[in-house]
Nanobody, 115 residues
């Protein structure tokens, strides 16, 4: 049973940067893929970025060029570096991991963009 814990959310001004972290209780390479989702009030949860076990990354069109997903196997962590934050980026950001048909979620961390 894997556990994921996010951290790093907070308040940032438009155009600013923030890095989210996701700590895993198990070796991150046990996951077929790990990713970040977000859910804004009144909206469905959406995939923001993901990285598979081989290192291939995927980004939603809305964050391409602004967000970067990375990982550190020794630390058992996955990161989401966010830059040029926009008013449409605020949401609860969730870390996600998939092992075969099992899907694991963190509790979420809140990102607020406001001047």
């Amino acid at each position: 049973q894997a556990q994921l814990v996010e951290s790093g959310g907070g308040l940032v001004q438009p155009g600013g940067s923030l890095t989210l972290s996701c700590a895993s209780s198990v070796n991150i390479f046990e996951f077929n893929s790990m990713g970040w989702y977000r859910q804004a009030p009144g909206k469905e949860r959406e995939l923001v970025a993901k990285i598979n076990v081989g290192g291939t990354t995927y980004y939603a069109d809305s964050v391409k060029g602004r967000f970067t997903i990375s990982r550190d196997g020794a630390m058992k962590m996955v990161f989401l570096q966010m830059s040029e934050l926009k008013p449409e980026d605020p949401a609860v950001y969730y870390c996600n991991g998939k092992i075969l048909r099992y899907v694991y979620w963190g509790q979420g961390t809140v990102v607020t963009v406001s001047s």
